[in-house]
């Protein structure tokens, strides 16, 4: 239940700062005339150069929208599903006999299923960035797409979990749900510095 509030929660305010910025930004193209606008992409082209490349506010808009459905729409089903997949865990775990190997079992299928749990927000937001990657015109967005769905197919299908024991504890490391969770922070993180320091016009 206090994963399923933070979660709500965090998705609220996501999709509030997506509809505020979106509305701001609508209102402030309805006040620039189609003829306007030729002439400030020829501005801006002069301005800035051919070596940046920028995008028209309606295209931004897109960007953004894309972006919302990203991080709000799949996010949702993302947590949604993840409370799920848990419970049917708990649920499969009340099917036999309750011994310390078996419970070490069904840990060991939790953690190393969590590929199926992570997949869909993975793959929705590297979409999200290839397609990022096509409007800009950059090689390097598109490439890091590839190679991060690329490292996490690798790692689920290969590598499952590593377990490494600390004191009297076994902790299961999950190479995929590393790179879904650093995918996620660190990713977009990056991805948001980069956005602001390379493209002026966005």
């Not at 920028?54 to 919302?68: N, R």
């Not at 848990?86 to 969590?114: C, G, P």
């Amino acid at each position: 239940m206090s994963q399923f509030i933070v979660s709500s929660l965090a998705v609220l305010v996501m999709a509030i700062v997506f509809v505020s910025k979106w509305r701001a930004l609508k209102k402030s193209l309805s006040v620039v005339e189609e003829s306007d606008k030729l002439k400030m992409a020829v501005l801006q082209q002069e301005v800035m150069g051919s070596s940046v490349p920028t995008l028209s506010g309606d295209a931004i808009i897109q960007l953004l929208e894309l972006w919302g459905v990203i991080l709000v729409g799949v996010r949702l089903v993302y947590d949604i599903s993840s409370i799920v997949y848990r419970k049917f865990i708990l649920n499969l775990t009340e099917l036999a006999d309750y011994t310390k190997e078996l419970r070490e079992q069904y840990v060991m299928i939790y953690n190393s299923s969590h590929g199926f749990k992570y997949i869909s927000l993975l793959v929705a937001l590297l979409l999200g960035l290839f397609m990022t990657g096509i409007c800009l015109k950059d090689r390097l967005l598109k490439a890091m797409a590839l190679l991060l769905i690329s490292f996490f197919l690798i790692s689920f299908v290969l590598l499952g979990m590593q377990t490494v024991t600390v004191g009297d504890y076994r902790i299961g490391i999950v190479w995929s749900s590393l790179i879904f969770h650093f995918t996620e922070t660190f990713g977009l993180l990056g991805l948001g510095i980069y956005l602001r320091r390379r493209y002026v016009g966005v």
